[in-house]
């Protein structure tokens, strides 16, 4: 028992549910594929979707609004700065008038000292964030707080004198955000709310973008307090306790990004994970798996749900430390390293594990006169492919353990090692593309192929997008996949596990499907 719970562990959930799915008394009719990892696959792809559609609305907006050079002004809107408008300016026009009167050394010290008090220091973002929310009604108490140093003197003042200092691009970038940007999402996101509470979102609760409260109460996905429900709900779905808290000083584009993240996890993800929550959370399905399978499986598919429902967030002491060594140690084994390139290419055959060595020969000469067809189809039409190509092909290759706020855009240190990582990374991500494209096109010209056949009535496009669905499937089980469902419960823990699993990734990968193939 103890050999065959190590190896569980070391499942990802496709593993699991094909644990439960084939071996004697076969659980769920043998459909835990079907019910469970292909929805949250399904899920993935539309979180991805509308992930790359979204950051791509925002960073042409910042382009309209800013010019070419956004990225730079961006950067320099995030540093905060004395803003020249006080909490109290009692104290320094009193010694303002006393340095004018008489200009000693120590006057001007007291002068010097006075402003040092009661400055706000902010940035322009963190401006245009506490303005976003100022204008919200329910968030009156906050500012009229005595815990809220910045702004308890004189709320309406301060606030008006420091959206005074923002540049007009500044104020139609906040404006955008309110009254363009996030009143488009909200259908989106009612949708999914109302399917899940049964009640619409509440505007002012999306209009402030959720966040930034010292205290809130969680909805739960289903109402209850099941143990499968407790992190499930987005932190931007979260209820406003009537409270007088101070609204946290944030920058509002990580603020922006940290929110449209969370929520369009929310909506891709609740639905499907509230489902599969109830259905492992059923007391007799939960008794069935125990005694056929062992209590740790139960604790196995319990902490594979809930790391998916909590999209990826671990807040352990150590987290950063690991994300930081995975970056160097990436960095410097893997970058401008064209063996490495080379030995990814290597993985090119593992496609026919899918669909036969006959049809992969088969199709991949028949692909000679249309190749460049077929990868222009798959690359319109593959968000999994647009996605990897998008993202940070780092996070591909090792476990990276997520965070709550999610940068705009990486600052000082981090912004430069982020422009020298990409740089370096350059070999390995074309390799990555390069054996998916070349090894996984023999495999979506015959899906497509089989589904023509069987379906001569179905359209193009139709055929187009079960060969994407079965082309990715096949590209996350023989390439490195950095989903959370194909992560197993080492490589998705503690920060001490993880460390223990560098460049594991693909070597697990082969063994799960060794062990499913048993």
Known sequence: NGITNYLNRAESLQGLMDIISKGPG??????????????????????????????????????????????????????????????????????????????????????????????????????????????DPANKKSYLSEKNRQFKNDPDRIMTELYDTLSQENKDWAQWQREEFFPELYEHYNDVYKKIYRTDMPWNEFDAEGMGMGEIEVLKLDGTGSQFNTSVGAASTKARVDNSNPIAIMDGNDALMTYVTDMEWFAAYAENVRNISKLFGNTNIKKTIEVKYGKDMNTLIKAAIDDIASRGINTAKGNEFVNTFNNIFITSRLGLNPTVMLKQLTSIPTYANNIGLINYAKYAFKNKASMLKVYKEIRDNSVYMQDRNFG???????????????????????????????????????????????????????????????????????????????????????????????????????????????????????????????
């Open 26 to 135: 076969k659980m769920l009719g043998g459909v835990a594929q079907k019910l469970v990892y292909k929805k949250i696959n399904s899920s993935s792809i539309e979180f991805k979707g509308r992930m790359i559609m979204l950051q791509n609305k925002i960073t042409d907006k910042m382009s309209e609004i800013y010019g070419k050079g956004w990225k730079k002004i961006a950067r320099a809107n995030s540093r905060p700065e004395g803003t020249g408008v006080y909490r109290d300016p009692g104290p320094v026009i009193e010694a303002q008038k006393a340095v004018d009167e008489n200009p000693t050394r120590a006057n001007r010290k007291k002068l010097k000292q006075a402003i040092k008090d009661q400055e706000i220091i902010m940035s322009p973002n963190e401006i245009y964030y506490q303005y976003n929310q100022f204008i």
């Open 392 to 518: 940070d092909m780092k996070k591909v290759i090792e476990a990276y353990n997520s965070n709550q706020n999610v940068s705009f855009l990486p600052q000082g240190l981090k912004s430069k090692f982020n422009y020298f990582s990409d740089f370096m990374m350059i070999t390995t991500k074309l390799g990555d593309r390069a054996a998916i494209y070349l090894g996984g096109m023999p495999n979506y010209s015959y899906y497509k192929a089989q589904f023509q056949k069987a379906k001569p009535n179905a359209t193009e496009q139709q055929a187009i997008d079960y060969a994407i669905r079965k082309f990715e499937s096949d590209t996350k089980s023989t390439q490195q996949s950095m989903d959370l469902q194909d992560k197993d419960y080492f490589q998705s823990g503690d920060p001490l596990a993880r460390s223990f699993n560098m460049f594991m990734t693909t070597p697990k990968q082969y063994y799960r499907m060794e062990r499913m193939a048993f």
